[in-house]
């Protein structure tokens, strides 16, 4: 009896001891964050290359700065502003280039391309366990389509967009009903013609549509073959867009062609009842007198609903000199989180991540954008991104010409067309012999 007693103890035990090494050992309680990245506190200061303007100084220490100073204490952010004597290349060839890079996937980040700064992130985002289904699938397709590759060498942060901002006093004149979201181009022509009047020596203009570009970007038309380098204007598809921006100015009275910032003052002046325009809030002064004008979403194209402009934003990436790629993942994955974007977007800058109540948060801290539409401007779904090349600025500026054309000398619309893309042709060639 006592021998199987005895027994029965010890079987205990062995069952005991099977089961206490398979759990893990009490020094062993950190294994469920062995997925985590170590981190390396060793001080140090981390250069940030950025196009002058394209933060404010507050901005730049509200999101950059002081997230990561509280997060990584012994991560110092340097900025190097790109000035004259201080561009990119400048820095790299003086041997300063920096770690991190902003850049816009507009640009297809040629100009880091070309200096043989781009590295891929993919082994950092798995290290730092980065989400990317946090972001805008759009976001990162744009980054994508400008780099020509599956992997991404930046990460988004913020970016532009796109609305329909008006004056309400021009309505109420004329006694025109305000706009309302889910307005196509030919809903907006319709308001413009109602608009467009001269009433007291005064002339009031009823849409400016703004840069071509803009409205062909939804339809995801690009400016120029990255494969051949020659033009794409001259398609059924330009056709249609220059035929639509060249018809609102044929409206008496509204002939005038006025981009950006002298539009927007006209919005203001109230003198223009609606301008199809991107985040003007700050940059077109519209604080100054938040009382005359509201938005609704962006103006669409039957053959595609609910598409907005394609995707304009801000990345940032790492470059091939640095030292400290882990640092500085860490200060990009900063600048990402749910904390910082989510107080972006309070402020009035779109965040990337897709998150409902990231969105919900636009502009709620600030004050003259209360009772504004500002919801608005999710109303539309960014555009697919096409694959942009250095010399998409020669095709842009070749319509934009085209469109003066027709309304200035009363080119008809194809000829004007056919001209553009022969004189993009020509400039690209002339800028590429240029280069050799």
């Known amino acids: 009896m ?32 062995t997925n985590k990245p170590a981190v390396n506190d060793t001080p140090v200061t981390l250069t940030v290359g950025m196009p002058n303007g394209w933060m404010t100084d507050a901005e730049i220490k509200r999101y950059i700065m002081d997230p990561v100073s509280k997060k990584y204490p012994w991560i110092t952010v340097q900025m190097m502003p790109y000035v004259q004597g201080k561009t990119l290349p400048e820095l790299v060839a003086a041997g300063q280039t920096p770690d ?110 703004n840069v071509t570009e803009r409205m062909a970007s939804q339809l995801s038309l690009p400016f120029v073959d990255p494969k051949t380098n020659k033009s794409l204007l001259n398609t059924d598809q330009w056709q249609k867009v220059l035929s639509n921006a060249a018809r609102i100015r044929q409206i008496p009275g509204n002939e005038q062609i006025t981009y950006n910032s002298a539009a927007n003052d006209l919005l203001l002046k109230g003198t223009l009842a609606m301008i199809a325009s991107v985040n003007i809030i700050y940059e077109g002064n519209l604080y100054t007198n938040p009382q005359i004008w509201d938005i609704v979403s962006y103006p669409t194209w039957p053959e595609a609903p609910g598409i907005g402009m394609r995707v304009d934003e801000h990345a940032m990436g790492i470059t091939t000199t640095s030292k400290n790629k882990d640092a500085a993942f860490q200060v990009i994955a900063t ?102």
């Open 335 to 436: 600048i990402t989180s749910d904390e910082v974007q989510t107080d972006m977007s309070k402020q009035a800058r779109v965040s990337i991540l897709k998150d409902a109540k990231i969105r919900d948060a636009f502009g709620s801290n600030i004050e003259f954008l209360k009772n504004k539409n500002v919801q608005a401007i999710y109303k539309t779904k960014p555009a697919k991104s096409f694959t942009p090349t250095k010399y998409d600025s020669i095709a842009s500026a070749a319509i934009n010409e085209a469109l003066k054309d027709i309304i200035e000398k009363g080119k008809d619309v194809n000829t004007a067309l056919r001209e553009a893309d022969e004189k993009a042709n020509q400039k690209i060639r002339e800028k590429e012999a240029g280069a050799k």
């Open 100 to 209: 991190i890079v902003i850049d816009s996937n507009v640009g297809g980040f040629a100009t880091w391309r070309e200096l043989d700064l781009v590295i891929s992130l993919s082994d950092l985002i798995k290290k730092n366990n980065l989400d990317l289904g946090r972001f805008e699938p759009e976001a990162l397709d744009a980054i994508r389509a400008g780099t020509q590759r599956e992997d991404l060498i930046a990460i988004p942060y913020w970016r532009h967009f796109s609305a329909l901002y008006y004056n309400k006093e021009i309505f109420d004149k004329f006694g025109v009903p305000y706009p309302k979201d889910g307005m196509t181009w030919d809903d907006v022509y319709g308001l413009s013609q109602k608009l467009t009047k001269l009433d007291n020596g005064i002339q009031y203009r009823g849409l400016e549509p």
């Open 2 to 33: 006592v021998k199987k007693i005895i027994s029965f103890i010890m079987s205990l035990a062995m069952i005991a001891f099977l089961f206490t090494g398979c759990s893990p050992k009490s020094g062993d309680s950190k294994n469920e964050s």
